[in-house]
């Protein structure tokens, strides 16, 4: 039984997330997406809102729950019987800083192992960051995130926008 944790910010997910997740959840028993609570960068959505977003997505994936957390990922993972951190690898540019994680992590934790799936071509180069701003562009979002993620996108840049 392997218990997988996928952390991030999630502001919001995207269908490279998505993508992430459901090959997780074909590799492992069970799969966490953790949502930080207390990123470095000012979130869109409430860590509630993420949470939701990313547990409508997820639906028709069984063994994939959704928890937001604080504190050290690898106290969380620890606190969840988790065995494995699960992370994608965009472009090259993802490797400087995950590498740094992932060494730092093995460092607090060295019985939890992190895994890297590399991501599917089609969302090399997409990003949360990406995606809010063609969203307060009025740019088109479809095939970027799911659709009820692209409703809640549109409605946050419309906000913004006033
Ligand atoms: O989606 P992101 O913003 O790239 O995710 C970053 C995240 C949440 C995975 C990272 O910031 C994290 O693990 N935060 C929890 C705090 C922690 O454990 N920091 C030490 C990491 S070595």
Redesign the pocket.
């Known amino acids: 039984m392997v218990k997988a944790v996928y952390?991030?910010?999630?502001?919001p997910i995207t269908n490279g997330h998505l993508d992430v997740i459901e090959r997780g959840a074909r590799i492992f028993d069970e799969v966490i997406v953790?949502?930080?609570t207390?990123?470095?960068?000012t979130p869109w959505f409430t860590v509630q809102e993420r949470v939701a977003m990313i547990e409508a997505c997820c639906r028709h994936l069984p063994n994939v729950q959704v928890m937001a957390?604080?504190?050290?990922?690898?106290?969380?993972a620890r606190q969840q019987g988790a065995t494995v951190?699960l992370?994608g690898l965009r472009a090259v540019s993802d490797f400087d800083?995950e590498f740094?994680?992932?060494?730092?992590?093995r460092q607090?934790a060295p019985e939890i192992e992190t895994l890297f799936l590399m991501t599917s071509l089609p969302f090399a180069y997409l990003s949360?960051s990406i995606v809010k701003e063609i969203a307060l562009l009025d740019g088109d979002l479809s095939g970027l995130v799911p659709d009820l993620v692209a409703e809640q996108l549109r409605r946050k840049a419309a906000e913004r926008r006033r």
């Open positions: 952390p991030g910010t999630f502001d953790a949502v930080t207390n990123p470095a960068k957390f604080d504190g050290l990922l690898v106290n969380f951190i992370k800083y740094q994680m992932a060494a730092m992590n607090l949360s």
